[in-house]
């Protein structure tokens, strides 16, 4: 009703970007300068072949004036009323807004994505310059090569005479280490300019993530065979660079795999997916087995698109699947408020939250949480503990649930007054 009620306001906003006179409107479109201005003041609807005319004589597609604007700039509008904290009545006039100024709407739009794609740059480098032992290797030797450097300039440049044969060792020094600094500096702006796509493995984690990415998680050998030699074949078919620790972690990971598509086979699951609405304790009963074993199959469903996290008792995260819109990050430490580590405190219990990261446009989730005991090992140990994390994206409309809002990690998370921050954001002013 809304797009249809303003179609008059975006012909005359129309009209006014092409400096076209009202009156040579109506007149090019044969009806009185009068009634096209109660048209455009909204005060007569209009359709058919007069709406055909306007729109040939103004060079745009009659859907242009009877449906305003498309849905996903109305969507990045919604996402900088979200950043700015505007009312609720304020929010809902961005289709109006957009109607009358297209063009500062498109601005605005176009401002509101840059900001989002900075924002998740700046994501990626601190997570990256964070944790990353490579880039903190890289950057101690090119401070210790350059201390070296100054401190023999230093030395040359004095006004002490120094023997011929000091001299000589002093440039002989400075030489080698100004190859050395070179070499370096050379090798750190090699590193940090990789091309896009999966990154450079620098630890046996990420080599797993990225063969696993680079199959989008999928692997129909283990769907087809049930047998237990299984990953073994797929193993002998693996690229032969992986280092031994990563093979080591990827076997677990595929031998998880197999099981649990044994006990939860994809065609079996994939029928009740669209079915309807997920409810992963509904499924559990259905096949017989835990909701972790549900949860990782609910992730490898591809039309379902969603994430998986997984993190053992301490915290740390051993598998991730990404999701557009939910960051996770790589090298820093997650945000303590996700369902994910609220379930090692509800044993036994599913949790369901409607979760959106802050800072990030707010792409809306249904996380669901539980914790998966694995056997013990003998009798007077501790049997061991994981955490599982299922991220459904939400589907457009479905306001069910209340929204809590989460991080991805401190340092990025604009959330001044959360009691869980461990450290100051770089996304805030810092405090004077």
Request: charged share 25%; with cysteine.
């Amino acid at each position: 009703m809304i797009a249809e009620s303003m179609t008059g306001s975006r012909i005359r906003e129309r009209r006014v970007m092409q400096g076209l006179k009202q009156a040579d409107l109506a007149r090019d479109i044969g009806i009185s300068a009068s009634y096209l201005n109660l048209i455009e003041h909204n005060r007569r609807r209009i359709g058919g072949k007069l709406l055909l005319d306007i729109a040939a004589r103004l060079e745009v597609e009659p859907q242009a004036l009877t449906e305003g604007a498309e849905a996903a700039l109305l969507g990045v509008l919604g996402e900088a009323a979200l950043a700015a904290n505007l009312s609720v009545a304020d929010t809902g006039r961005a289709e109006a807004f957009a109607s009358r100024f297209p063009g500062w709407a498109e601005a605005l739009a176009a401002s509101q994505r840059r900001i989002a794609t900075l924002e998740r740059t700046v994501e990626a480098l601190s997570d990256r310059m964070a944790h990353d032992p490579h880039l903190a290797d890289s950057m101690h030797e090119l401070l210790t090569t350059a201390a070296a450097v100054r401190s023999t300039a230093e030395i040359l440049a004095s006004d002490e005479a120094l023997e011929r044969e000091w001299q000589d060792r002093f440039h002989a020094n400075l030489d080698a280490d100004s190859d050395r600094l070179a070499r370096s500096a050379q090798a750190l702006v090699g590193y940090l300019e990789q091309k896009k796509g999966p990154a450079a493995a620098h630890s046996p984690h990420e080599e797993v993530e990225t063969y696993l990415e680079a199959r989008d998680f999928i692997f129909p050998l283990l769907e087809e065979m049930q047998t237990s030699t299984a990953v073994s074949e797929l193993l002998a078919q693996t690229d032969a660079a992986l280092s031994d620790a990563a093979r080591f972690i990827l076997r677990g990971i595929l031998e998880q795999i197999a099981d649990d598509a044994r006990a939860v086979p994809l065609a079996s699951l994939q029928p009740l997916v669209e079915e309807g609405p997920i409810d992963p304790v509904a499924l559990a009963s259905n096949f017989g087995v835990s909701v972790a074993v549900i949860l990782r199959r609910l992730a490898a469903v591809p039309d379902l698109k969603a994430g998986l996290v997984v993190c053992d008792r301490s915290g740390t995260v051993i598998f991730r699947k990404s999701v557009d819109g939910f960051s996770v990050p790589r090298f820093d430490h997650c945000c303590p408020l996700w369902p994910l580590f609220a379930a090692f405190g509800a044993p036994q219990m599913v949790l369901h939250e409607r979760l959106g990261q802050l800072g990030r446009a707010q792409a809306q989730f249904d996380a669901y949480a539980t914790t998966e005991t694995l056997r013990a090992q003998g009798y007077n140990r501790p049997s061991a503990s994981r955490a599982i994390m299922l991220l459904v994206p939400t589907l457009a409309g479905d306001s069910a649930h209340a929204l809590r809002a989460v991080g991805a990690t401190c340092r990025i998370c604009p959330h001044d007054s959360c009691a869980a921050r461990r450290e100051p954001s770089i996304m805030t002013a810092p405090v004077s």
